[in-house]
């Protein structure tokens, strides 16, 4: 098989990619196992955007062999699938996973591909009950504290935007793996090859309920609505765990050797009782708004004022930004034609999330534009204190709403915090009935952060202003607050994955090591690959 990169399409063109790769490069030839590897849009030239394609396929030996003596852009092409490792022995071993996040399900995929049969356990209800609990709160309806944006099965990317590009640079194969599963369970096949693939929150609960159900035939155990409590060690090694039925309290034990702990970052009872069992460090986080934008503008932006007239079918565009003061403020979490959504987890505190359907047709933009919360910011002495502070923060949000989502103008942002600015802005246009899930309020939001963070979120909006033309001036909406970036906290494992107690193996986002959706999934499968092959 041969490779091909680079191959660039103008988008103002409706071609079969496959047809067009068969005429110009194989004189229509016949191909076969013909693959888009990657497809990305180069916008650079808002004039001419174009669509940048990578394929592959299997063409007469002759051909290829012409082609890659040809074209600089062609290579051979040696496809490495993902390989779940066999199993040394087949001894018992009763392992228990806590977290049904992308983290523990995938733990729970491969250590299932390998003969094993895990229990996986989750405070929340499965995704089918937790959408009507969801559903229900946005309404008005009252916060269950269990079921929630944060909490339950499929985590919290089950109610998010669904972006699944990572950084991670792996050659084994997982990422390829994760996104085909995906796919097998629902999904699209365009994130197999798309450069920035998104999954939508309404495909990915679909997803998630289907494997579930595939994962249950294999022998896997899940047991909702109920949280860990604790664990018991002997001569430093796990043996047994207590969870509890957060509905009707009832405790009950588990036998357990192998304890996988892939909690997310909201996880913080856990956190709590963890701080005095296992070895743990603080970590830099970030906080700071949603940032709402009419997505015309940010699509004009990005691909042209007259881009409507030139293309058809251009997906709502993302964006991405950075500045560099005195610290960090970037943005987060961008959710192209998404809303902003009522994140909250516990009572009397509030956060707010983007979250985006697969079609992203809402009409409206949002971005987390968070402030670097240092080590330094800290109290060094307490682990927790970050966790802390952004339950402090949360509180203060909370009460800056009086229990709905506190929101501003930008303008009456710079105006509160009586920061110097010499932008005219223009009337804002976001309807925020229509650009937010939940109960909203319009308040003073420059009370919910010290000074420190909203004056380096001030100067990184008026940089920004430059970068994007328009985009502070034209008066978004804020909406607070976005604490739940990032883990606050890091649990610390050897090259086993393994914490300083035998056999608990902390993974995924709340343990620190993942960023995302397939970061954690790829965690996960590393998690289970140790326990097979250990």
Do not use: W
Request: proline share 3%; aromatic share 10%.
């Amino acid at each position: 098989m041969i490779k091909i990169d680079s191959i660039k399409i103008s988008a103002k063109q409706k071609i079969d990619i496959k047809e067009y790769v068969t005429s110009k490069y194989c004189q229509n030839s016949e191909i076969s196992n013909f693959l888009i590897l990657k497809k990305s849009l180069d916008a650079r030239d808002k004039s001419d955007i174009k669509y940048v394609y990578s394929v592959s396929f299997k063409a007469d030996e002759k051909v290829e062999k012409n082609l890659l003596r040809k074209y600089k852009n062609i290579s051979e092409y040696i496809a490495k699938p993902y390989k779940v490792p066999k199993r040394n022995n087949n001894s018992d071993s009763n392992i228990v996973i806590v977290g049904m996040g992308p983290a523990g399900l995938f733990t729970a995929l491969i250590l299932s591909e390998a003969g094993f049969k895990p229990v996986i356990i989750d405070k929340g209800k499965c995704v089918e009950e937790r959408i009507k609990d969801v559903e229900e709160f946005f309404e008005g309806g009252k916060l269950d504290v269990f079921s929630n944006v944060q909490f339950g099965e499929g985590g919290a990317g089950t109610f998010s935007d669904g972006k699944l590009n990572t950084g991670i640079k792996d050659s084994a194969g997982r990422k390829e793996f994760v996104l085909n599963i995906f796919v097998k369970y629902g999904a699209s096949e365009n994130i197999l090859y798309d450069s920035k693939p998104h999954i939508g929150t309404d495909v990915l609960r679909t997803v998630i309920k289907n494997l579930r159900e595939d994962l249950i035939k294999r022998g896997v155990k899940f047991l909702f609505s109920k949280e860990f409590v604790s664990f018991n060690e002997s001569k430093g090694n796990i043996k047994e765990i207590t969870i509890k039925d957060v509905y009707t309290f009832e405790e009950s034990v588990l036998p357990c050797d192998k304890l996988i702990l892939a909690i997310g970052h909201s996880s913080r009872n856990t956190f709590e009782y963890l701080s005095s069992k296992l070895s743990m460090e603080t970590k830099p986080f970030a906080m700071g708004f949603r940032v709402i934008h009419d997505q015309s503008f940010i699509d004009k932006a990005q691909y042209g004022y007259d881009f409507e007239n030139l293309y058809e079918d251009l997906e709502p565009s993302p964006y991405k930004l950075t500045h560099q003061g005195n610290r960090g403020v970037y943005s987060f979490c961008m959710c192209p034609g998404g809303y902003v959504v009522n994140a909250s987890s516990e009572e009397n505190k509030l956060c707010v999330n983007g979250m985006s359907e697969f079609k992203r047709d809402s009409g409206y933009a949002n971005s987390a534009i968070i402030v670097q919360i240092n080590k330094e910011d800290l109290d060094g002495s307490d682990v927790l204190s970050g966790m802390k502070m952004q339950r402090e923060i949360e509180e203060k949000t909370f009460n800056a709403g009086n229990g709905s989502i506190p929101i501003s103008e930008l303008k009456t942002f710079f105006v509160d915090f009586k920061a110097d600015c010499e932008l005219e802005f223009e009337e804002c246009k976001i309807n925020p009935d229509e650009a937010i899930k939940g109960k909203y309020s319009f308040t003073d939001v420059t009370k919910i952060y010290p000074d420190f963070i909203n004056k380096a979120f001030c100067e990184a909006m008026l940089d920004y202003d430059n970068i994007i033309k328009g985009y502070a001036s034209v008066n978004p909406l804020l909406a607070g607050a976005e604490t739940r970036s990032s883990s606050p906290v890091k649990m610390l494992r050897n090259e086993n994955y393994e914490s300083n107690i035998k056999g608990i193996f902390p993974c995924g986002e709340g343990a620190g090591y993942a960023g995302g959706i397939v970061s954690a999934a790829i965690d996960g499968m590393k998690v289970a690959e140790s326990i097979i092959n250990n």
